[in-house]
């Protein structure tokens, strides 16, 4: 099983649409990483987080990370194809030890 | 569907012995596989794309001798450290390409090395 829930699992979202993807622990996370994999490249490394309420931007893409440190969300504005991708969230729980969410694959539909 | 099973999950070896860890699509066959390498506190690094039955692509910087890759089959990645050393403890994990069908990437839960 999961140690960080990620949703959805999927998503089909009309270009142009906002989308949100989140990603949970029960427990506090120390640090909390988002990438994104496109189909037949590695992963990309959007964001970190570590403090509780940071957020961060790039481009339209946004991070939070809420104040107990418990979730994250990461949210597009106005979706491009280039979006479509995997989304992967990754979390440090404490001392070195790192666990996984299981991906969200996002489609844009043109 | 679209599993990565990859073993084993956390490993002690010795300074100077070899490891090997296995990555494996389950129900899928995997022509492109990824390995990753996580540092205390950093994000994750793309070591090597491994290819099936051909030689893996490494990034730069990463050694191809000590980072020994095969990926013989459709179904199986292997990454050997070689020699390992203490600075290699990290946390290693693979990614498997399902296809354009299954549309992306499963993950493997990674493996946590600690050379003693």
């Known amino acids: 099983s999961q140690e960080l829930e990620q949703s959805p699992q999927s998503l089909i979202v009309q270009e142009g649409k906002n989308l949100t993807i989140n990603c949970t622990s029960s427990?506090?996370?120390?640090?909390l990483y988002w990438y994104k994999q496109k189909y037949g490249e590695g992963l990309i490394f959007l964001m970190m987080?570590?403090?509780g309420g940071e957020e961060k931007s790039h481009e339209k893409i946004t991070a939070k990370l809420d104040e107990k440190k418990q979730q994250s969300s990461l949210h597009i504005t106005a979706s491009q194809p280039s979006h479509a991708g995997i989304y992967l969230c990754?979390?440090?729980?404490?001392?070195?030890?790192?666990?996984w969410g299981a991906g969200t694959k996002l489609i844009i539909k043109p | 569907g679209a599993v990565v099973s990859q073993h084993p999950s956390r490993v002690i070896c010795k300074s100077g012995t070899s490891v090997k860890i296995e990555c494996r699509s389950l129900d899928f066959q995997a022509t492109t596989m990824f390995w990753y390498r996580q540092f205390p506190k950093k994000s994750l690094m793309l070591m090597a794309t491994s290819n099936e039955g051909s030689k893996a692509t490494y990034e730069q910087g990463v050694e191809k001798d000590k980072f020994l890759i095969n990926h013989a089959s459709l179904t199986l990645s292997t990454l050997t450290v070689t020699s390992a050393h203490p600075e290699d403890s990290s946390f290693y994990i693979c990614?498997?390409?399902?296809?354009?069908?299954?549309?992306?990437?499963?993950f493997g839960s990674g493996t946590r090395l600690t050379v003693v």
């Open positions: 427990k506090t996370l120390y640090g």
């Open positions: 990614s498997a390409d399902a296809g354009a069908f299954n549309y992306g990437y499963t």
């Open positions: 987080l570590q403090k």
């Open positions: 990754g979390a440090d729980r404490s001392n070195y030890q790192l666990i």
